[in-house]
Structure formats: structure tokens, C-alpha cells
């Protein structure tokens, strides 16, 4: 049995403290945090040395009101699916705290604010990028991939993956294939990352209607995907080191991430529980940080650890 929705949703806070955290919660914010931190770690990747900090923090900011308006459209769209399964009921438009016309407007708000940040600050490109994986999360994801197929997370991830290569071009303005290899990383990782959830909540997202992969050909298929995926995943994770990219910290990182993330989802396939499914998404999560938080100091660290060590012999 997957985790069932037995609880009731919250009472609705209707204080102001009440109703700016709904406005708060409409963006999901550790989501879009994890997000708007790929694409820093892709600003900061692209440029030798310091990067022009006003350049940063204007793209953050623009990729961050982006986010924050695709996740809200995410919520309008979906509010009655949300409203029957356990893990999404509490969200401001299933419990009805937030009215659709008030998200609207917000979602509307923040997608005009981020594209006016972007285009006046950082660059139009960025701009027309982060705009098509707005829409194509809020809109293409949502509207038409979900409800119709299982691949539905498999190509609408391309959204999600593009944080680390819209920072990129905020600060190059180019697409280069050092971006698209950060995309990719987080496009071959999104699969392990979302159907483990999947698994340990297939019978919400049966009961919901929604077709993720383990509700239309079950859990055993799902862990096999999940195994081959996180074997692609290994592999892209490793090509920057063979193309230079990054140094010796990076791969030491890497091999040590993947292994563990390797061992997660051989046990899932060999040895299934809705324990260790959660256990593998949260996995998942920490994966990711530490995958670009390791590049980082790749990036700015090695090359000095082996300019010293060369000083030393
Ligand atoms: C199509 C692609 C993706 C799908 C379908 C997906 C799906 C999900 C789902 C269903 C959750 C649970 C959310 C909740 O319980 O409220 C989740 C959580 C999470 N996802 Fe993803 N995700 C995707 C891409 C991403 C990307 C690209 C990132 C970041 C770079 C990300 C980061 C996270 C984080 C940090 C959480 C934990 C949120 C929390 O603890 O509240 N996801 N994801
Ligand atoms: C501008 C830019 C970079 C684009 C936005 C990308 C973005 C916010 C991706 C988030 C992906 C995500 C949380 C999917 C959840 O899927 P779901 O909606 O099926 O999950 P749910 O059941 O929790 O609502």
C-alpha cells in the first residue's frame, strides 16, 4: 500500500500573516530555492573568476519571479487535483484561502516583474528562455503533458532543467555546450527524482486520475526506469570531468554522490518499499545540491589546489 490521504486539510488562517503566507506557499518556495540556486551555480560557472555580482542578483531575481509564476499557474490549473490528494490539499487554492482570480493576478504579477528584471538587467535572450520554461512547466507541463502521459515529467523536465543554463546565458548571453551539459544533468536526474515519489504516492496519484508512470505501468517498471535513468544520469554527471570542465574535486564528489544514488535505487529495484522510495526522492534532493555546490568549489578551488601542489614538488 502507498501512503493514503486519510488527513483533513488545515483550517484556512485569515489574518494578513495568514494570507502573505499562502501568497508564500502559492510559489513553492523550496522548489524554486533549489531552482534559483542551480541557476546562481551556472552564473558563477560560466565567467573566470568573480562574476559582475549586480548581474547575479538581477538574474536571481528575475529566474526567482519566473519560478515562483510558473509554480502558481501550476496551482490554478491543478487546485482540484491538489484538493484531493493528501501531500498537495493544504496548498492555498485546494483549501480555498486563496481565490483563483487573487492567484492570477499574483501569478500574472510575478511573470511581468521577472521578464521586466531580465530584460531590462540582464539580457533578452535570458529573458525569451526563462519565458518558454515559465510557460512550459506553468502551461505545456500542466495543462497538456500531465493529464495525458506517463512520459509527462520526462519532457516536461526540460523546464526544470534549464535553471543552470538560463544562468549561464544571463551572464554570456550565448548557448554554449557547457550550459546544455548542466541542463542535461538535471534532465537525465529529474526521472529517479520524481517517479520515487511517485511510487510511495501511486495510489493518490490513481485516485486523482493523474497517469504517472507507476499508477499506468506499474511499480516494477518504475523502479527499472528509475535504475536505467540514474545509469544516465552517472554517465552525464561524469562528462564534465572528461571534457575539463571541472577538476578532480568535482569528479571525487560526483563518484561518491552517485554511488550512494546508485545504491538507493538498486535496492529499490531489487528490494521495494514505500520507506526507502521516500528515502531515494529526499535522497534525490540532497543529490542535486551537492552535485552543483560541488562544482562550485571545483570551479573555484582547484585550479589554485594545483597551482600549490605544483609549487610544493
Ligand atoms: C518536471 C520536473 C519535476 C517534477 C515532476 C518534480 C516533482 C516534485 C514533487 C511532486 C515534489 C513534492 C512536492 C511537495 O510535496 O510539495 C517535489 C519536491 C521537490 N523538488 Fe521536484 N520535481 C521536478 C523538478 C525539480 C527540479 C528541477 C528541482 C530543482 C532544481 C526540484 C526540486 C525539488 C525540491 C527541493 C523538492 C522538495 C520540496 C519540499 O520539501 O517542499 N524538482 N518535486
Ligand atoms: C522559469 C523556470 C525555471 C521554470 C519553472 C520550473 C519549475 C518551477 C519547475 C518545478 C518542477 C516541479 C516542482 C514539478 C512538480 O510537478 P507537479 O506540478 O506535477 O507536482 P505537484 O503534484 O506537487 O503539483
Redesign the pocket.
Known amino acids: 500500500m502507498s501512503e493514503q490521504s486519510t488527513s483533513k486539510p488545515a483550517p484556512v488562517d485569515a489574518s494578513l500573516s495568514g494570507a502573505i503566507q499562502q501568497y508564500y506557499d502559492l510559489t ?1 518556495p523550496r ?2 530555492m533549489l ?1 534559483v540556486f542551480t541557476a546562481f551555480v551556472g552564473m558563477l560557472l560560466a565567467v573566470p573568476g568573480m562574476p559582475d555580482w549586480k548581474t547575479v542578483v538581477l538574474a536571481c531575481v528575475g ?1 526567482w519571479l ?2 515562483a509564476s ?2 502558481a499557474m ?2 490554478i490549473i ?1 487546485m482540484r487535483a ?1 484538493a484531493i490528494m493528501a ?2 490539499q493544504n496548498r492555498p487554492l485546494a483549501t480555498g484561502g486563496l481565490q483563483v482570480w487573487q492567484a492570477v493576478v499574483f501569478a500574472l504579477l510575478l511573470c511581468g516583474l521577472g521578464m521586466l528584471v531580465l530584460v531590462l538587467w540582464v539580457n533578452v535572450l535570458t529573458a525569451v528562455l ?1 519565458f518558454i ?2 510557460v ?2 506553468g502551461i505545456i507541463y ?1 495543462v497538456f503533458l ?1 493529464p495525458a502521459t506517463p512520459q509527462n ?1 520526462v519532457i516536461g523536465g526540460a ?2 532543467a ?2 543552470p543554463l ?1 544562468g549561464w546565458v544571463a551572464m554570456t548571453n550565448a548557448i554554449t555546450p557547457e550550459g546544455c551539459l548542466l541542463f542535461l544533468i538535471i534532465f537525465a536526474w529529474t526521472p529517479p527524482h ?1 517517479w520515487a515519489l511517485a511510487l510511495y504516492r501511486r495510489e493518490e496519484y490513481a485516485a486523482a486520475g493523474v497517469p504517472m508512470l507507476p499508477v499506468t505501468h506499474g511499480e516494477e517498471f518504475t523502479r527499472l526506469q528509475i535504475l536505467l535513468y540514474t545509469y544516465i544520469l552517472v554517465a552525464v554527471t561524469l562528462l564534465p570531468f572528461t571534457i575539463h570542465m571541472f577538476g578532480a574535486l568535482y569528479l571525487a564528489a560526483a563518484v561518491y554522490l552517485n554511488a550512494r544514488f546508485m545504491y538507493y535505487v538498486y535496492t529499490l529495484y531489487r528490494n521495494y518499499s514505500d520507506a526507502l522510495s521516500r528515502k531515494t526522492f529526499f535522497y534525490s534532493i540532497k543529490y542535486l545540491m551537492y552535485l552543483f555546490a560541488a562544482m562550485l568549489v571545483d570551479h573555484y578551488f582547484w585550479d589554485r589546489i594545483v597551482l600549490w601542489t605544483l609549487g610544493q614538488v
Open positions: 513553492k522548489v524554486v531552482i529566474i519566473a519560478a510558473g509554480a501550476n496551482q491543478d491538489d501531500r498537495t526563462t520554461s515559465m512550459g512547466y500542466t500531465k515529467i523546464a526544470g534549464a535553471p538560463l520524481f
